[in-house]
């Protein structure tokens, strides 16, 4: 294995032109020696590990990206335009113990042990003490960043800190799982630990390397993860899961301490470049100048360097690309938007919605900032034009299905807008990408983000009895989107915001099961969308709501935790599969 891993950073070297290291041994193999005492070789390893981590939601179809809609599909928030996706099929299928879909699942010990490797191998090395501790550093990072993916999913999972021989015994190899609160106290500690090594910043050629701040930024979010778990949670499997109750105050002000230095570092700052909300919110996305200082840590994306992804591609309006789209699409999740002026943004009953016209504007034009910054909508401005939602017109008592009225009004939107939700995604689309066939969207993914501190602080501050500080945290993103501040405080506000905040950002489906509402909002339930017939006399458009699925959803209590899967304990003698499966 470890000739592969060489051959494939020699590979990697190559691409990158490196011919003078490429010298320095035979192309099919490099040793220890050399490896661990060449910094380009090192960091070489590292990048192919970074690689690995996947950050971002790119797995299964690569051509078509649909596992961009996984993490948002399971959560309600919206899904991708196929019923054969996995993301679609995955959210309306009832999940057994036969294991889950693999754009959902999370086992990545492979590159757990190469972490564990480099780790290893690295201590020795000549290498000044100074990179060497950073490097480490680093890794460990991405290692603690893998078991948070996994214990989100599973709950306990085994912890492995050393590198098995290949000649390991079958005791050595088949490890039981450690408990969930193990899990998160050893991402926690080790948070601790390497806050003192990374550095605060970088420059910007070792853009996308976590810094002190990004330990923080983990430490904050895996800590109010364990705090809801063991407010809202109970223990399972003799301690396995879940966490006492007393742990809530404990874990609380880990992610209250972590989210408060960050903050109060005077390096980040929340994005508000411009002065339009919607503007501003939807370019804190897509701007990666050093002036964007909200952003914590990114994956860096960059087509010259063979990096890139489709997400605007996959997400905008057909009309507006040469190429498959219109794949991200919005439930009635939109309705957590409030409106304007803070009023719930459900206060539309649907019954008056069906029962009336609507124009854009008395909709959706005076909603907060920022569902105009995440969500297209009919007629909503994109690329110096509009997109269009509507199946039909009807002019003068007729109806028209094609063609376009003198004044260029479309007398039916192009199909792939019409056949589902009534609503596109547009949170992280990059205006500035236009039509194209090529998958060459190098925008950066935002791992982690100083909004989502400030939620982490909100959450931790009420956790703790401190409402009035929660609210001050709560109302400091409120009023970047230049929305009323909130003048009380609950549990159900702070999960709205969080929600509408963080939507189509692979948040929400974690946070509404660690909260245990997953259920409430998602069993027995069938997405809704909206269809729009346009009456070009009055401007306005008549809507019937539609179901957006094809079938009633299946959340059951066992379902906060992902199945092992029979496969994995099959394997493993000593797993214990979770309960109910």
Same mark, same amino acid.
């Given at each position: 294995?470890?000739?592969?891993?060489?051959?494939?950073?020699?590979?990697?070297?190559?691409?990158?032109?490196?011919?003078?290291?490429?010298?320095?041994?035979?192309?099919?193999?490099?040793?220890?020696?050399?490896?661990?005492?060449?910094?380009?070789?090192?960091?070489?390893?590292?990048?192919?590990?970074?690689?690995?981590?996947?950050?971002?939601?790119?797995?299964?179809?690569?051509?078509?990206?649909?596992?961009?809609?996984?993490?948002?599909?399971?959560?309600?928030?919206?899904?991708?335009?196929?019923?054969?996706?996995?993301?679609?099929?995955?959210?309306?299928?009832?999940?057994?113990?036969?294991?889950?879909?693999?754009?959902?699942?999370?086992?990545?010990?492979?590159?757990?042990?190469?972490?564990?490797?480099?780790?290893?191998?690295?201590?020795?090395?000549?290498?000044?003490?100074?990179?060497?501790?950073?490097?480490?550093?680093?890794?460990?990072?991405?290692?603690?960043?893998?078991?948070?993916?996994?214990?989100?999913?599973?709950?306990?999972?085994?912890?492995?800190?050393? $590198?098995?021989?290949?000649? %390991?015994?079958?005791?050595?190899?088949?490890?039981?799982?450690? #408990?969930?609160?193990?899990? /998160? +106290? @050893?991402?926690?500690?080790?948070?601790?630990?390497?806050?003192?090594?990374?550095?605060?910043?970088?420059?910007?050629?070792?853009?996308?390397?976590?810094?002190?701040?990004?330990?923080?930024?983990?430490?904050?979010?895996?800590?109010?993860?364990?705090?809801?778990?063991?407010?809202?949670?109970?223990?399972?499997?003799?301690?396995?899961?879940?966490?006492?109750?007393?742990?809530?105050?404990?874990?609380?002000?880990?992610?209250?301490?972590?989210?408060?230095?960050?903050?109060?570092?005077?390096?980040?700052?929340?994005?508000?470049?411009?002065?339009?909300?919607?503007?501003?919110?939807?370019?804190?996305?897509?701007?990666?100048?050093?002036?964007?200082?909200?952003?914590?840590?990114?994956?860096?994306?960059?087509?010259?360097?063979?990096?890139?992804? $489709?997400?605007?591609?996959? %997400?905008?309006?057909?009309?507006?690309?040469?190429?498959?789209? #219109?794949?991200?699409?919005? /439930? +009635? @999740?939109?309705?957590?938007?409030?409106?304007?002026?803070?009023?719930?943004?459900?206060?539309?009953?649907?019954?008056?919605?069906?029962?009336?016209?609507?124009?854009?504007?008395?909709?959706?034009?005076?909603?907060?900032?920022?569902?105009?910054?995440?969500?297209?909508?009919?007629?909503?401005?994109?690329?110096?034009?509009?997109?269009?939602?509507?199946?039909?017109?009807?002019?003068?008592?007729?109806?028209?299905?094609?063609?376009?009225?003198?004044?260029?009004?479309?007398?039916?939107?192009?199909?792939?807008?019409?056949?589902?939700?009534?609503?596109?995604?547009?949170?992280?689309?990059?205006?500035?990408?236009?039509?194209?066939?090529?998958?060459?969207?190098?925008?950066?993914?935002?791992?982690?983000?100083?909004?989502?501190?400030?939620?982490?602080?909100?959450?931790?501050?009420?956790?703790?009895?401190?409402?009035?500080?929660?609210?001050?945290?709560?109302?400091?993103?409120?009023?970047?989107?230049?929305?009323?501040?909130?003048?009380?405080?609950?549990?159900?506000?702070?999960?709205?915001?969080?929600?509408?905040?963080?939507?189509?950002?692979?948040?929400?489906?974690?946070?509404?099961?660690?909260?245990?509402?997953?259920?409430?909002?998602?069993?027995?339930?069938?997405?809704?969308?909206?269809?729009?017939?346009?009456?070009?006399?009055?401007?306005?458009?008549?809507?019937?709501?539609?179901?957006?699925?094809?079938?009633?959803?299946?959340?059951?209590?066992?379902?906060?935790?992902?199945?092992?899967?029979?496969?994995?304990?099959?394997?493993?003698?000593?797993?214990?599969?979770?309960?109910?499966?």
């Amino acid at each position: 294995m470890k000739k592969i891993q060489y051959l494939l950073i020699t590979m990697l070297l190559f691409l990158q032109g490196c011919s003078n290291v490429l010298d320095k041994k035979p192309l099919d193999i490099i040793s220890d020696a050399v490896v661990w005492s060449d910094p380009k070789l090192i960091d070489a390893y590292l990048a192919d590990l970074y690689y690995r981590v996947d950050f971002i939601e790119i797995r299964g179809n690569f051509a078509e990206q649909t596992s961009f809609a996984m993490i948002a599909s399971m959560g309600g928030e919206g899904r991708s335009f196929g019923t054969h996706h996995q993301s679609y099929v995955a959210s309306t299928t009832v999940i057994t113990s036969a294991g889950i879909p693999s754009e959902l699942d999370y086992w990545n010990y492979k590159n757990i042990r190469d972490c564990n490797y480099f780790i290893e191998k690295l201590k020795d090395s000549p290498l000044d003490q100074a990179i060497i501790a950073q490097r480490t550093a680093e890794v460990r990072f991405l290692r603690a960043y893998m078991y948070f993916q996994m214990v989100i999913r599973f709950g306990g999972v085994p912890i492995i800190t050393k $590198a098995l021989d290949m000649n %390991a015994t079958p005791d050595e190899i088949y490890v039981p799982r450690d #408990s969930e609160k193990a899990v /998160y +106290d @050893f991402i926690i500690n080790e948070m601790n630990d390497i806050i003192q090594v990374l550095p605060p910043t970088y420059t910007a050629k070792d853009k996308g390397r976590p810094t002190k701040w990004a330990a923080y930024a983990l430490q904050s979010r895996a800590a109010i993860y364990a705090a809801s778990i063991a407010k809202y949670g109970q223990q399972q499997r003799n301690g396995l899961l879940g966490f006492p109750a007393s742990d809530v105050e404990r874990y609380a002000t880990i992610s209250y301490d972590a989210s408060k230095a960050i903050i109060g570092n005077q390096i980040h700052a929340l994005y508000e470049r411009q002065t339009d909300p919607v503007l501003n919110f939807q370019n804190l996305f897509v701007d990666e100048s050093a002036d964007n200082k909200e952003v914590i840590m990114a994956e860096v994306y960059d087509y010259a360097k063979n990096r890139a992804h $489709a997400f605007t591609l996959r %997400a905008m309006s057909h009309d507006f690309n040469g190429t498959w789209a #219109s794949m991200c699409y919005m /439930y +009635d @999740f939109v309705e957590r938007f409030e409106f304007a002026d803070g009023s719930p943004g459900n206060k539309i009953s649907r019954a008056q919605l069906t029962a009336n016209e609507w124009s854009s504007a008395e909709l959706f034009g005076n909603r907060d900032p920022r569902f105009k910054a995440s969500v297209f909508y009919p007629e909503s401005p994109w690329q110096g034009g509009k997109t269009y939602f509507h199946s039909r017109t009807i002019r003068d008592g007729k109806t028209y299905t094609s063609g376009t009225a003198e004044d260029g009004w479309p007398y039916q939107s192009i199909a792939r807008n019409n056949q589902r939700t009534g609503f596109m995604v547009k949170k992280r689309c990059n205006e500035s990408l236009k039509t194209t066939t090529v998958i060459n969207d190098q925008t950066d993914y935002i791992i982690f983000r100083l909004g989502e501190i400030y939620l982490n602080l909100a959450e931790a501050a009420y956790y703790k009895g401190l409402t009035g500080e929660a609210l001050n945290a709560l109302n400091r993103v409120r009023q970047r989107a230049q929305m009323p501040a909130k003048t009380t405080i609950n549990e159900a506000i702070i999960q709205n915001e969080r929600l509408v905040e963080l939507t189509w950002e692979n948040q929400s489906y974690w946070d509404i099961k660690r909260w245990r509402i997953a259920k409430n909002l998602l069993n027995g339930v069938r997405m809704a969308g909206l269809q729009y017939t346009y009456n070009y006399n009055t401007k306005k458009y008549k809507i019937t709501i539609t179901n957006a699925e094809g079938v009633a959803r299946t959340f059951l209590d066992r379902n906060y935790y992902l199945p092992i899967g029979v496969n994995r304990v099959s394997e493993n003698p000593k797993f214990v599969e979770n309960p109910d499966y």
